[in-house]
């Protein structure tokens, strides 16, 4: 069963924004934090933001933090990553996670396919 579907990548210039999406169900459902990652052609998968389960606490890598916004909406069982201000380096695939709160890969149990973001200069 997926748990985890993202959706909202695409592309767009520099300086503009696109909202991501991830709906979640089953056992992710309940996981204590939700977050998003990224990797980019080439790099390894790299911490982007996440958000607590209970009080919404949130997080962000010192790359997007100023420029995106990471938020839930519990009754739809969704989060959301709202990306402003995107630049080329912002390409990459993101992909939604759910598990313990952290910045940290191990710390997640659940993961989406993933969405592609791409940004032209």
């Known amino acids: 069963q997926v748990q985890l579907v993202e959706s909202g990548g695409g592309l767009v210039q520099a300086g503009g924004s696109l909202r991501l999406s991830c709906a979640a169900s089953?056992?992710?459902?309940?996981?204590?934090?939700m977050g998003w990652f990224r990797q980019a052609p080439g790099k390894g998968r790299e911490f982007v933001a996440t958000i607590s389960r209970s009080i919404s606490v949130t997080s962000y890598a010192d790359s997007v933090k100023g420029r995106f916004t990471i938020s839930r909406d519990s009754a739809k069982s969704t989060v959301y990553l709202q990306m402003n201000s995107l630049k080329p380096e912002d390409t990459a695939v993101y992909y939604c996670a759910a598990g313990l709160l952290g910045s940290t890969e191990t710390a997640y149990n659940y993961w989406g396919q993933g969405t592609q973001v791409t940004v032209s200069s």
């Open positions: 089953g056992r992710a459902f309940s996981s204590a934090a």
